[in-house]
């Protein structure tokens, strides 16, 4: 062997021996143990070996994986549940819960941001004491399977540090919020940037829960409770989840959490610096994790421990959290079961949908426990700096803006048609259950055609997107030319409330928003001034009609009169030179509405 060949292997070799050493895979990462109460959380080895030995406790627990990472290692889900049978792939655990529509779905998603850990360790010491508990255990398996994602966001687990969570209190080494491709997995659920994002797409509608919990840690002020809470904004939740939120399951994990002498706050958004003039509810558009659930009437709730609090105890609030809201299903099966129903059962006859929403001024008024805070001149800075007291502590009622207005409201149509040509489109709605029906030859149909009006990209890249915004879309019917394979989309589906808000150009987070469009945002051909010169004086000439418009025009809009090439371009636009197809939105809407 040549010595550089011989050297460059040398190098490769040792360089492999130091990165299964920092990565944590040697030998040793096979022991399980994970323990809760240290200022230590498991790496992703640790995390998949602490659940496989969980899995193979009990037969009714079971350790799979779900899909891949974009950093290339899996991303499984432990599953429990008493029907009976092995399970060992998404397909059978489809045709388990398909077969068992009676039985609820708890759904736990941890570590979509690494950096924020506490769920993968109160989820852990959770399935080890329900499994260790054969009476507690036949008791949730009775009305409930259970599937827990012990890590989602797998590269940023990959890439462990001690720092990146400025602020936080423990544990002492975790992983980083971006995942392998920078993304923020908890913006990526309607986009799917990430093969995580298909891998949970995936998951989720084979499980399809009825409760979903995300967790998490907080960012912002700081107050002694040592859990928040962000429910699925029960506006945009809609009339049968949202009050379901609000006055029942709402109040009774608060007062389970209280119970349990571990208070909770809805999530600290405060409207000024600290929360003593209020707070408000998170609008959690459909690109987080629980705007994706609720789509398809999941009942979501992102837990946000306190990132002051040391780890031990985010991780013991987060357990209990995890706990009441078993409890709370166990106790109310039935309740949820007919809350659930009722969500499918009114979007059969749904006509219309909100898509956008906006704060109102109301307010309810809530108990808040907060630290006194003062300002005071900064030694850094010069300038006054906020600083909390926790020896003091104040307790009063503070608004609590948690109610939105739709500000934009989609008709839904009998039927989309999607052009095969738009395949990312095509491929998502595929994972998310749509049904899509192709055409069998090709064929010309009379459609309502959108032509968006002045919208606009973000200049900055937004989680690897220039984001669009839309002022405004003009519906006409128009004759398309459609071509065997181009696809009609029913709005009679399950995923119904999913498609509008995906096909909606002006929704929150709908596809044309975050750039699956662009290309027909363009203007494909244009003219030569010097030849169109004679093209424009024929038409006037030929069109008296056509004249009177034009010089109405150039009358009415200085820069036109000021700018030979802008007369020009107007002309242009006018005659049969001119596609048709410019900022022609390319899913196209049926003549009639859904009735
Ligand atoms: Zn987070």
Redo the contacts with the bound molecule.
């Keep these: 062997m040549p010595l550089i060949t011989r050297l460059n292997s040398f190098v490769l070799t040792a360089a492999l021996l130091v990165a299964e050493v920092v990565l944590g895979q040697s030998s040793s990462s096979s022991d399980p143990a994970v323990d809760f109460s240290d200022n230590r959380t498991p790496t992703w080895q640790e995390t998949v070996a602490a659940f496989e030995a969980l899995a193979e406790l009990h037969p009714l627990a079971h350790f799979i994986e779900v899909g891949m990472s974009d950093v290339g290692r899996p991303i499984h889900a432990f599953i429990l549940s008493n029907q009976g049978g092995a399970i060992g792939s998404l397909a059978e655990l489809r045709s388990l819960r398909g077969s068992n529509a009676e039985k609820l779905g708890l759904l736990v998603n941890n570590a979509?941001?690494p950096g924020?850990p506490c769920g993968v360790d109160a989820s852990v010491a959770w399935l080890r004491e329900l499994m260790g508990d054969d009476i507690a255990l036949k008791r949730v398996l009775e009305t409930m399977d259970i599937a827990v994602i012990p890590m989602y966001n797998v590269g940023g687990a990959l890439n462990r540090n001690c720092c990146t969570r400025t602020n936080q209190d423990g544990p002492e080494e975790y992983g980083f919020?971006g995942n392998a491709l920078n993304l923020d997995l908890?913006r990526d659920f309607i986009k799917m940037d990430s093969r995580n994002a298909f891998a949970f797409v995936n998951l989720f509608q084979a499980f399809a829960p009825d409760v979903f919990i995300d967790t998490?840690?907080t960012?912002g002020a700081d107050y002694p409770y040592e859990m928040t809470l962000i429910a699925t904004q029960p506006d945009k939740a809609g009339p049968v989840i949202g009050p379901f939120i609000r006055n029942e399951m709402g109040p009774a994990l608060y007062a389970s959490m209280d119970e349990r002498s571990v208070p909770m706050s809805p999530y600290v958004y405060s409207m000024d610096e600290t929360p003593e003039s209020g707070i408000r509810g998170f609008l959690e558009t459909p690109r987080y994790s629980t705007g994706y659930g609720v789509l398809f009437g999941a009942i979501g709730f992102t837990a946000?421990a306190h990132m002051l609090k040391p780890f031990p105890v985010r991780v013991h609030a987060t357990k209990q959290f995890i706990e009441s809201t078993v409890s709370y299903m166990v106790l109310h099966t039935n309740r949820i079961r007919q809350i659930r129903q009722e969500e499918k059962m009114r979007w059969k006859n749904a006509t219309e949908v909100p898509v956008r929403w906006g704060l109102t001024d109301n307010f309810e008024e809530i108990e808040f426990q907060g630290y006194a805070s003062r300002k005071e001149v900064s030694p850094v800075t010069g300038e006054l700096r906020l600083k909390y007291d926790r020896t003091s502590t104040w307790e009063r009622v503070i608004p609590y803006y948690n109610e939105y207005d739709a500000v934009q409201v989609t008709t839904i149509p009998a039927f989309w048609v999607v052009p095969q040509a738009w395949r990312e489109v095509i491929e998502r709605l595929r994972a998310n259950g749509v049904h899509l029906e192709p055409i069998p030859t090709d064929t010309t149909m009379a459609l309502r055609v959108g032509e968006i009006k002045g919208f606009q990209s973000s200049s900055r890249p937004y989680e690897g997107h220039h984001m669009n915004k839309v002022s405004q879309v003009q519906w006409e019917v128009q004759p398309i030319q459609l071509f065997a394979g181009d696809f009609v989309v029913p709005a009679d589906q399950a995923s119904l409330r999913f498609l509008c808000e995906v096909l909606d150009p002006q929704a929150h987070d709908s596809y044309f928003t975050w750039n699956f469009f662009d290309s027909a945002m363009q203007q494909k051909e244009h003219f030569s001034a010097y030849v169109f010169e004679e093209t424009a004086r024929d038409m006037l000439e030929g069109d008296s009609l056509l004249r009177m418009q034009f010089e109405m025009a150039v009358e009415a809009d200085e820069s036109l009169k000021n700018s030979a090439s802008s007369q020009l371009n107007w002309l242009y636009r006018a005659s049969k030179h001119y596609e048709g197809t410019v900022n022609r939105y390319p899913v196209y809407k049926s003549l009639a509405d859904r009735q």
């Design positions: 979509i941001h924020e919020r908890n998490h840690t960012n946000e």
